[in-house]
């Protein structure tokens, strides 16, 4: 069974930092992986997706990166801005088309 | 915008009570998925619907039911609601059987339920 694991479950940092939130899954049998954002009781925005092939997407100052051989995700946020506050939750799909989702990382930047 | 559209936005039921969520999926996706997000937890997985048939299904009871029509929009139905079942109910759609780039799945708003 297929468990995803984020780390840090909140983080507070101040403008401007550059800063990277942590994903880890059990099942390295993926097809993908999603970073998506979560505003507080909102429904969610896609980010980034890595397919399984691929080591790392990048747009605009997110960059997500995927070792599959080890479980392991990281979202990248550069120059971290105010407007970045919000939930980010790691999602990954496998052999079935449902995403597996982490509890997610509350991020609030602090002007 | 991702072009899901899920109503209502709010709903307050009480225990025991029915419940239908409706869901509209993106102009073009023909797979719609359901997920179930209470507070401070990852959305789980409730079921996908595909070609109006139930294509996969989560650790839900049999009272989480749903359709899918010939337009693709969908409808999530709950039976003899219970205080758990509280909670942000998201719908995604997405492209059937592509899993790479193209299969984001893109969700709705949610639907906020409370069941007192």
């Known amino acids: 069974k297929q468990e995803v694991t984020q780390i840090p479950a909140a983080l507070s940092v101040p403008e401007g930092e550059n800063l990277v939130l942590n994903c880890s899954f059990t099942d390295s049998a993926i097809y993908n992986l999603q970073w998506f954002r979560q505003d507080p009781g909102k429904g969610l925005t896609s980010l980034l997706l890595i397919q399984s092939s691929q080591r790392e997407q990048t747009s605009g100052r997110l960059n997500a990166s995927l070792d599959k051989s080890s479980g392991r995700s990281t979202l990248y946020i550069a120059a971290s801005q105010p407007g970045d506050s919000a939930t980010y939750l790691c999602?990954?799909?496998?052999?079935?088309?449902?995403?597996?989702f982490g509890k997610g990382t509350k991020l609030t930047v602090n002007p | 915008e991702t072009g899901v559209t899920q109503s209502p936005t709010h709903l307050i039921k009480t225990r025991g009570q029915q419940v239908t969520l409706r869901c509209s999926s993106q102009s073009g996706h023909n797979t719609v998925s359901w997920y179930q997000q209470a507070l401070g937890q990852g959305p789980q997985f409730i079921f996908q619907?595909?070609?109006?048939?139930?294509?996969g299904r989560g650790n839900f009871p049999p009272r989480f039911s749903g359709l899918q029509f010939p337009n693709y929009s969908s409808e999530l139905n709950v039976n003899a609601l219970e205080l758990d079942d509280s909670a942000l109910y998201l719908c995604a759609s997405s492209s059937h059987g592509d899993r790479g780039a193209k299969n984001i799945q893109y969700f709705g708003a949610g639907t906020r339920l409370s069941v007192l």
């Open positions: 999602a990954v799909q496998g052999g079935s088309e449902k995403l597996v």
């Open positions: 619907y595909y070609r109006e048939e139930e294509n």
